[in-house]
């Protein structure tokens, strides 16, 4: 086995330290850090207390809501609109058994 040796007019230049990644650098980048209170728990301000109030269906304003069922908490498949997108979605599916079914597809040939 012989091994190549370098042509004449080739010079082998060093790299510089800034054009070498370190890997302490890159590991340093990668760190992420968790958001813990004082106490320790996720989600606690500098203060200890949360800073995030969650409201009640009470207290939220009416604008907020798009329907008067929606602000009572009824089931939302109630709704005739609702039902024709259920509907709109599962029709592809039906049909497509019920051309089965009958012979208009002829699924024989996919065996």
């Not at 968790?34 to 939220?60: H, N, V």
């Not at 329907?67 to 908490?73: D, T, Y």
């Not at 498949?77 to 012979?103: H, N, Q, R, S, Y």
Request: glycine share 10%.
């Amino acid at each position: 086995m012989m091994l190549a040796a370098k042509p004449l007019g080739t010079v082998a230049t060093r790299r510089s330290s800034a054009a070498v990644a370190r890997p302490s650098l890159s590991r340093r980048a990668l760190r992420t850090k968790a958001l813990l209170g004082p106490d320790g728990t996720p989600g606690a301000g500098p203060t200890g207390k949360k800073d995030k109030k969650f409201i009640s269906r009470d207290e939220e304003p009416d604008q907020y809501w798009s329907s008067k069922g929606e602000a009572a908490g009824e089931n939302p498949m109630k709704d005739p609109l609702a039902l024709i997108g259920v509907l709109a979605i599962l029709f592809p599916f039906i049909f497509v058994l019920v051309a089965i079914a009958t012979g208009a597809i002829d699924v024989s040939v996919y065996r």
